[in-house]
Structure formats: C-alpha cells, structure tokens
C-alpha cells in the first residue's frame, strides 16, 4: 500500500504518464505470499521450537522422519527464493519509483508547457475556464486585466481549433496543444537544441543562442555562407541561471567577420548531444544607396499564448514569406512571465515562472533564428532582478556590462541591475538606440551621458547612416487616461529625454508600456510642431505607441484627444517601418485581423 501510494503521487503530478505499472504491484504481492508460505512452513515448528526432525522423541515413525525432512528441505529452498524475490522486488520497484522520480523531474523541469498549462489550470481539472484564466491574467498584468480582455483572449484561443471549447467548457491540455504544436513541442532528448536565436554584436558579428536541459560537450555552430563556400565552425561557452527555479543551459556562439545581405546556412548543437534541424539566417544590409529597402518589425508588449502574443508571431512570419524582415524590434515586455505581479500589499516584485520564458523562447524562434532578434528592456522584464532578460539575449555593447549599483545608477520604477540595458546599433541605413526607462536616465545620470554622446555620434555620422531612431519602453506622449500623468508634456521621462532627441535631430521615437497603438505628431513639449499622415523635415520626431503585440486591455481614452494624438487604436499587431532610401521612411500599423493597415505615415526628410 505504501509503494501504491508513492507511485499514485507521481502520477498525480504527470498526467501525461501512464497508470502505475501492475507488475509493481504483482512483484510486492508475490513477495508477501513467499514469506506467508515460509511461515506456514515453520509453524510445523512443535510448541517448545523444535521442528519433528530434531525431536529427541523414541517414538519417530519413518513417515514422520522422512516427511520431515523433506519438509525441511521446502523450508530452506522456499527461504533461498523468498529472498531472491525480495532483491528483486526491491530493485525493479526502486527502478519504477526512481522511473517515476525521474518522470516528475522531467515533468517539473522539462515538459515547459504542461507546466505552463498547470499554472492556470488551479483546481486541477484538467481545463483552464474563463474564472481561472482571469485570475491567471490578473496575476500577470495586474488588476487593470478585465473581463472584456480575458473574454477576447479566450476566443482567440478557442478560433484556433474547434475543440478548444465554447463559452461553456474550458481549454485543455490536449487541445491547446494542439491548437499550439510549436510552444508544446518539447525536445527529443536533454541535449536537443531548441529555443534558437540570432542577435547583431557588433556590424560585423552574430550572436547565435540556444538552449538544452543538460549540458553537452560543446556549443558549436557548423555555417556556410553560400553554396560553394566550405563548411566553418564557430565554437562558443555556455552559462546559466537559477532564479525562479529554472534549470538549464545557455548556449552562446559568436560568428565574427561576417558580410552584410549574406545568406548563412547553419545548424547548432553537438556531436554527441545532437544538432538543429537546417536554417538560415540573413545578416543585416549595408545601407548602401544600391541596397533595397529596409523592412523591420516593431512592437512591444508581447508575451505567449495568455495573452495572445503567439497570434501576433504567426502573422509575422507570414507576412515575412511576402516581404521578408531584416530585423525584428521589440521594446520590452517579452515574456510576460510574471505569475504574481505584486505581494500580497499590492507593492513589490512578485514572482515570475520561468517555464514561460522557455514557451516564449520557442514561439519566437521561427522569426529569430532568420533576422536578429533586438530585444529591450521593460517593467515586465523586472523579476529576480531582470535575470531571465539577461541571461537569454545578448545586445550590443554597453547592454550587459557592469553598472555600478550605487551612485547614479538608480532605480526609477525597479529594482536595481548589476549589468547596462541599453545599446546602440546600425541596421542598414538606421542607427537605432534603445534606452533603459526602467532605470535612472536623469540628466547626469550615466546613461543620459551615454545617450548624449551616442546621439551627438550619430547624428554627425549621417552621411554614412542617414536615420536615427530611438527605441524605450514607456511612451513620452499617450492619450489613454491610465497613467496620463506619467505620459504628457512635463512628465519625467519626456522633460529628460525630449530635449536631447530634439538637440540631435532624432527622426523617431517608438514605445510601448501602454497596450494600444497611437500615433503622435511631430511635437515639442507638447505642441503639435507638423500635423501630417506625411511629414516633412519635421522640426520635431513623430512618435509612436506600439505597445500591441499580445497583451489585451480595456482602453480609456482621453475625450477629445489632445492636438498631438494622431491616431489611436485598442487592438493587437504589430508596426513595419520600412526604410526606402536616405529621404523616405513609411511606417503602418498591421492589426492582426480586418484591415491590411490601420494607420499609416510617412517620414521625408531631406536635411540629413
């Protein structure tokens, strides 16, 4: 009974496994019967202990002796298999618990998307209602998640495939599944590489990453950059991180000296842990006058299935076989893999699941391992002190060099980091800077002075890259009343970091934070400077919230709308800004369903 109920308390944790193996239960019953027999045997015994054979008695019939000892026999040779079948029993059962043990293992730490499943399913029935991806979403993204957004989120999800559910049953595993093939996929062994993305460090150098549950050998890249080149190899290290429970390996692998517009065939892994399936990623254009133009996704705000990020994903990808990218942009907010936003007094840094970021990490390889993957930094981000960000990105330098975490370096809505999360980098024809907004960017602080210096940089390098565009997490300008207050003329971030866009000629800003698109004019301090669907050497940036690539929020705009507020719109897509030559920039906002385009503009600008 005692073995029954251990391995009755795996298998309540892995759904996914069979029913405890009978020959368990057959082994420790067949135990039990060797030894009742052994002890009907000695009960023969006489009263005083002594068994017939040894008995001093003068009066000993033959049968009685010769029943005896045979009798003694049986007993010794039942003994013998008495114990042979309790060595056994111990081994194949300790086999079986350890099998079991080792299933929960897995199940604990590899089997990422059962475990996401389970994080919402909290009754345990085996389906996620409405009541229960409520309470999952509000964890998430605090008590601002409404009924309207769980409701949204669910029907989506349930559009996918027919047996999801209706308004009246939950999602379950199985069907989310499948509904999901890419995100539930697990890998073949704890040495199959998956979770496989690209980055830009430098002009010349990609980072390849990846991940496995167990380490291997190496970490090696086998490439070629064309059809006739030789076969290279580009060896790397590895590293790892344990907050929030996670257990794994980081694989890291830089190929130097590569050429712009290249084609790299490529596959990951190990010689004897296993490889990557084929593929191919493209590095980055020259922005030469002779090159075409440059295609980039845009967006924050993201996350996996809850919300909808994944939806938002595959509609790049398909859009990408039409008009393939050459990077992908996201300004913070990845994961979403906050499971408690807050403590309990509403205040705090909550917990985070990192099995999400595995599930996030998977859903965006099909884009990333293709086009780098530029990721920033934002309030999402800040869990186990941004450990998960960056432990699984690599950026261009300053982004993960020591910071200091005292003197100016301090936190403006987070905790403190031990490394920068900011950077700069050239794509084709853009420099684009990615600030930090979650950590002091005050003037005199040490990223204002390297923001100040990156832009005056860039901006007396135009002729070599014409546009400059600046990328952070929290909008400067949104006309949604919920945290109005932080996003106006006069508000933190907008007295700080305007003036320098303006003293630089910075083209662009894009944001997110806020879960809605909104375009805003050309502006300064708050005054519309160019209203325009095509503006003109404008005096000031145009500025865009795209903070709508997953996430799902009841709106409540500002009636009317300020003069600045452009366009604005509550649904979920992404934004493609694509760079024609040194004068014409067009931006539009693709939604994931109805109109090919909400909202469009274009940037010329003719004084670089």
């Given at each position: 009974?005692?073995?029954?109920?251990a391995?009755?308390?795996?298998?309540?944790?892995?759904?996914d496994?069979?029913?405890?193996?009978?020959?368990?239960c057959?082994?420790?019953?067949?135990?039990?019967?060797?030894w009742?027999?052994?002890?009907g045997?000695?009960?023969?015994?006489e009263?005083?202990?002594?068994?017939?054979y040894?008995?001093?008695s003068?009066?000993?019939?033959?049968?009685?002796?010769?029943?005896?000892?045979?009798?003694?026999l049986?007993?010794?040779?039942?003994?013998q298999?008495a114990?042979?079948?309790?060595?056994?029993a111990?081994?194949?059962?300790?086999?079986?618990?350890?099998?079991?043990a080792?299933?929960?293992a897995?199940?604990?730490?590899?089997?990422?998307?059962?475990?996401?499943?389970?994080?919402?399913d909290?009754?345990?029935?085996?389906?996620?209602?409405?009541?229960?991806?409520?309470?999952f979403?509000?964890?998430?993204?605090?008590?601002?998640?409404?009924?309207?957004?769980?409701?949204?989120?669910?029907?989506?999800?349930?559009a996918?495939?027919?047996?999801?559910?209706?308004?009246?049953?939950?999602?379950?595993?199985?069907?989310?599944?499948?509904?999901?093939?890419?995100?539930?996929?697990?890998?073949?062994?704890?040495?199959?590489?998956e979770q496989?993305?690209?980055?830009?460090?430098?002009?010349?150098?990609?980072?390849?990453?990846w991940?496995?549950?167990?380490?291997?050998?190496?970490s090696?890249?086998?490439?070629?950059?064309?059809?006739?080149?030789?076969?290279?190899?580009?060896?790397?290290?590895?590293?790892?991180?344990?907050?929030?429970?996670?257990?794994g390996?980081?694989?890291?692998?830089h190929i130097p000296?590569?050429?712009?517009s290249?084609?790299v065939?490529?596959?990951?892994?190990?010689?004897?842990?296993?490889?990557?399936?084929?593929?191919q990623?493209?590095?980055?254009?020259?922005?030469?006058?002779?090159?075409?133009?440059?295609?980039?996704?845009?967006?924050?705000?993201?996350?996996?299935?809850?919300?909808?990020?994944?939806?938002?994903?595959?509609q790049?990808?398909?859009?990408?076989?039409l008009?393939?990218?050459?990077?992908?942009l996201?300004?913070?907010?990845?994961?979403?893999?906050?499971?408690?936003?807050?403590?309990?007094?509403?205040?705090g840094?909550?917990?985070?699941?990192?099995?999400?970021?595995?599930?996030?990490m998977?859903?965006?390889?099909?884009?990333?391992?293709?086009?780098?993957?530029?990721?920033?930094?934002?309030?999402?981000?800040?869990?186990?002190?941004?450990?998960?960000?960056?432990?699984?990105?690599?950026m261009?330098?300053?982004?993960?060099?020591?910071?200091?975490?005292?003197?100016?370096?301090?936190?403006?809505?987070?905790?403190?980091?031990?490394?920068?999360?900011?950077?700069?980098?050239?794509?084709?024809?853009?420099?684009f800077?990615?600030?930090?907004?979650e950590?002091?960017y005050?003037?005199?602080?040490?990223?204002?002075?390297?923001?100040?210096?990156?832009?005056?940089?860039?901006?007396a390098?135009?002729?070599?890259?014409?546009?400059v565009?600046?990328?952070?997490h929290?909008?400067?300008?949104?006309?949604?009343?919920?945290?109005?207050?932080?996003?106006v003329a006069?508000?933190?971030?907008?007295?700080?970091?305007?003036?320098?866009?303006?003293?630089?000629?910075?083209?662009?800003?894009?944001?997110?934070?806020?879960?809605?698109?909104?375009?805003?004019?050309?502006?300064?301090?708050?005054?519309v400077?160019q209203?325009?669907?095509?503006?003109?050497?404008?005096?000031?940036?145009?500025?865009?919230?795209?903070?709508?690539?997953?996430?799902f929020?009841?709106?409540?705009?500002?009636?009317?709308?300020?003069a600045?507020?452009?366009?604005?719109?509550?649904?979920?897509?992404?934004?493609?800004?694509?760079?024609?030559?040194?004068?014409?920039?067009?931006y539009?906002?693709?939604?994931?369903?109805?109109?090919?385009?909400?909202?469009?503009?274009?940037?010329?600008?003719?004084?670089h």
């Amino acid at each position: 009974r005692l073995l029954t109920a251990a391995l009755q308390k795996c298998k309540a944790h892995t759904p996914d496994r069979p029913p405890a193996k009978e020959w368990v239960c057959l082994i420790t019953t067949l135990f039990g019967c060797c030894w009742l027999f052994v002890g009907g045997c000695r009960s023969l015994q006489e009263p005083s202990g002594r068994d017939l054979y040894q008995t001093s008695s003068p009066i000993r019939p033959k049968t009685v002796i010769l029943g005896s000892f045979f009798l003694r026999l049986l007993f010794a040779a039942m003994k013998q298999v008495a114990f042979c079948v309790a060595a056994v029993a111990v081994v194949v059962v300790a086999g079986g618990l350890a099998s079991d043990a080792s299933s929960f293992a897995q199940h604990q730490h590899g089997d990422a998307f059962a475990r996401w499943f389970g994080l919402m399913d909290t009754d345990g029935s085996g389906q996620v209602t409405r009541a229960e991806l409520g309470r999952f979403f509000a964890l998430v993204h605090g008590p601002s998640a409404s009924v309207a957004s769980i409701d949204k989120v669910f029907e989506l999800a349930a559009a996918t495939d027919p047996g999801l559910g209706s308004s009246n049953l939950g999602v379950t595993l199985k069907h989310l599944a499948a509904a999901l093939p890419r995100l539930a996929k697990e890998p073949a062994t704890d040495t199959t590489p998956e979770q496989i993305h690209t980055s830009i460090v430098d002009n010349t150098t990609v980072a390849v990453m990846w991940v496995t549950r167990a380490n291997t050998t190496t970490s090696t890249v086998e490439f070629s950059t064309g059809p006739n080149s030789t076969k290279a190899v580009a060896s790397g290290g590895t590293h790892t991180y344990t907050a929030g429970g996670w257990r794994g390996v980081i694989h890291e692998v830089h190929i130097p000296n590569l050429a712009p517009s290249v084609t790299v065939s490529y596959r990951v892994g190990d010689a004897r842990g296993g490889w990557s399936e084929s593929m191919q990623f493209v590095t980055p254009p020259s922005g030469g006058d002779a090159e075409p133009p440059l295609v980039v996704a845009t967006y924050g705000d993201m996350g996996t299935a809850i919300p909808a990020g994944f939806l938002v994903c595959e509609q790049m990808h398909r859009d990408s076989q039409l008009t393939p990218f050459d990077a992908y942009l996201h300004y913070g907010d990845i994961a979403y893999g906050s499971v408690q936003y807050a403590d309990a007094s509403g205040s705090g840094l909550g917990k985070e699941a990192e099995v999400i970021w595995d599930i996030f990490m998977r859903q965006i390889q099909p884009l990333a391992s293709t086009r780098p993957y530029i990721a920033g930094v934002g309030n999402h981000e800040k869990f186990y002190n941004f450990s998960s960000y960056l432990a699984r990105f690599r950026m261009p330098k300053p982004w993960g060099t020591p910071a200091p975490m005292t003197g100016t370096l301090k936190p403006l809505h987070d905790e403190p980091t031990p490394s920068n999360m900011y950077f700069s980098v050239n794509v084709g024809r853009v420099h684009f800077v990615q600030m930090d907004t979650e950590h002091d960017y005050q003037p005199g602080s040490i990223q204002y002075q390297w923001l100040e210096a990156d832009l005056r940089a860039a901006n007396a390098n135009r002729a070599a890259v014409p546009w400059v565009v600046l990328t952070g997490h929290r909008p400067m300008y949104c006309s949604d009343h919920s945290e109005l207050s932080s996003h106006v003329a006069g508000a933190m971030l907008q007295k700080a970091i305007e003036p320098l866009m303006l003293n630089h000629s910075v083209d662009l800003w894009l944001s997110g934070h806020m879960h809605m698109y909104e375009r805003i004019h050309a502006v300064r301090n708050g005054t519309v400077v160019q209203a325009s669907s095509h503006y003109k050497n404008p005096s000031a940036p145009v500025q865009v919230v795209q903070g709508t690539a997953g996430v799902f929020e009841d709106l409540d705009f500002v009636d009317p709308a300020p003069a600045w507020s452009a366009f604005r719109h509550g649904s979920i897509g992404y934004g493609r800004m694509t760079v024609y030559n040194r004068t014409h920039l067009f931006y539009e906002y693709r939604p994931l369903h109805g109109a090919e385009t909400l909202d469009t503009f274009w940037l010329e600008v003719t004084t670089h």
